[in-house]
Each structure stands twice: as structure tokens, then as C-alpha cells.
């Protein structure tokens, strides 16, 4: 009885077909779902565990006396690059399928702003996941299901933007990878502003407020980190610090931006 391709995904993923099979496989993707969303799923996984165990270096005593590692076949030829996100190949073999399945390829970032409303309540320095759109709150379960698209993020990987690749997977309700992409920037106002967002994203406001006020020393009107040290006063229970916070930023004049600010700050305190 012949394989049917579906069942060879795991032997693509695992570099067991032979340059043949690949290719057929890479041929087959663009008219099948189910391996499209599997071969998604799993490389999302695989980022994730990557960067979980990024910089756990094994201690030279150990090293020394280790056994050596078995022998395995080379990954295949889209295999993960610097065990942390997909090679070049893998990025033009997936982006194809994502054209194929709905008409046009995502930019690197530009999907970031692309929703007519945001499931982030903090602002990020990254200017592309910075425009203003009306914040709806993500509900329960929800942040975790929407991973950012693999194709983009594979792209901003491959330039080297960690801000990018950061801002994409807390936008995309993850924030523990998004904080683990952010340590490995060099200290900067901007990442501790959008290390502020991820903290406020998994209820850290005192680590969110502290974070903002570093920033702030160093970017004193930014209004990114003015917007994250207000929503961390606020959740702190600072309801007439955060109001004025609030205020300081509807003076601004950013549109969008300045008109929830005013409506926040009405709502924490409203004026007589």
C-alpha cells in the first residue's frame, strides 16, 4: 500500500526523506490545510523550545566527561537556523504556502498594525506595533491561540531584529518568548519600555512600573513609556497618579492615543 504524503511530515520535519521526498512534499503543502496548520504548529513549538534553552551553556566539567552524542541525519534543508527560528528556505517554502492559501505574502511587520482593534493594552517602542487602534481586552484562553505568522517572524529573525520578532510574539499573546527575545537586546530605554509591556502582560505591574520609570529617566517624554508606567499605577491601585499620567499624555495631541488617554483618565478620576 503506498504512503499517502500526509503521513510524511514527520519524516520531513525529521530530515528522514531523501531530497526526492522533500521536494515532493514542498510540492504538496500548498494544496493541503491540515499540513500547512501542522507544519505551523510545530514549528512554533520548536521556536519556543529553542529559545527557552538559549544561552543554558553546558559546563565545561560536564562537556569533558560527557558521553558523546549519538549520531543523527542533518535536518533538513528548511531546518531551524541558530536554534531559534527558520532557516531562509523555510521562510520562502511557508510564505509560499500562506500565498497560495490567501492571496498575498504578510510584510515582515506590517501585519503587526494590520486588525482594526488591539488585544494589548501597553504600547511597544516598536514602531510598527505602535499605531493606535481601539483596544478590545483578549479573552480568557485566547492570547495563547493567535501565534504571530511564522513566515514574518522568520523574516525578522533573519536581519537580526529581536525588537521585531519580541513585539510580534507579545502581540500575539506570548509574552514569556517575547521577554526572552528582549534580554538578549543590549540595554536601551526602548527595551525596557517594551520589557515594561511584557511585564504588564503577565501582571507584574511593580516590575512594569519600575521598568517604565528607568526608561523615562533616559526618554522623559516618551509617550510608549509614559502610556506603560500609567497602566502600571493603575493596576498598582494608584487610580489619581495614573489619571494624571493619563492626562499628561491626552495633552500630547497623538492621534488616537491622546483621545484614550483622556477617556482614562476620566474613568479613574473623573473631573468635577
Known amino acids: 500500500m503506498s504512503v499517502r504524503v500526509c503521513d510524511q511530515l514527520e519524516l520531513y520535519m525529521d530530515g528522514e526523506l531523501d531530497e526526492a521526498g522533500e521536494d515532493a512534499f514542498r ?5 493541503c490545510a491540515s499540513c500547512q496548520d501542522r507544519l505551523q504548529g510545530v514549528l512554533h513549538l520548536e521556536a ?24 543523527r541525519r542533518a535536518r533538513p ?15 520562502a517554502s511557508i510564505a509560499a ?15 503587526m498594525a494590520a486588525e482594526a482593534t488591539r488585544g494589548l493594552e501597553a504600547r511597544l517602542s516598536y514602531a510598527p506595533a505602535d499605531r493606535h487602534r481601539p ?17 514574518a517572524v522568520a523574516a525578522l529573525e533573519e536581519r537580526g531584529d529581536l525588537e521585531g520578532v519580541a513585539a510580534a510574539y507579545l502581540l500575539g499573546g506570548d509574552p514569556r518568548l517575547a521577554d526572552a527575545f528582549l534580554q538578549r537586546l543590549p540595554p536601551s530605554p526602548q527595551r525596557e519600555i517594551d520589557r515594561a509591556a511584557v511585564a504588564l502582560a503577565m501582571g507584574e505591574p511593580e516590575r512594569a512600573l519600575q521598568l517604565a520609570a528607568s526608561a523615562l529617566q533616559a526618554l522623559p517624554r516618551s509617550p510608549q513609556g509614559m502610556w506603560n508606567r500609567a497602566l502600571a499605577l493603575r493596576d498598582l491601585g494608584r487610580a489619581e497618579e495614573a489619571a494624571d499620567a493619563f492626562r499628561q499624555l491626552a495633552a500630547l495631541g497623538e492621534p488616537g492615543w491622546s483621545a484614550e488617554a483622556a477617556q482614562r483618565a476620566d474613568a479613574l478620576s473623573p473631573r468635577k
Open 27 to 31: 510540492l504538496h503543502l500548498p494544496d
Open 97 to 111: 504556502v500562506v500565498v497560495l492559501r490567501v492571496g498575498t505574502a504578510p510584510a515582515e511587520s506590517g501585519w
Open 135 to 151: 483596544y478590545v481586552p483578549m479573552r480568557g484562553g485566547e492570547e495563547t491561540a493567535h501565534p504571530p505568522p511564522l513566515p
Open 48 to 71: 519556543m523550545a529553542a529559545v527557552a534553552y538559549a544561552g543554558h551553556a553546558v559546563p565545561a566539567a560536564t562537556a569533558a566527561t560527557a558521553a558523546p552524542a549519538p549520531v
Open 77 to 91: 534543508r528548511w531546518a531551524l537556523r541558530s536554534g531559534a527560528m527558520l532557516s531562509a528556505l523555510a521562510v
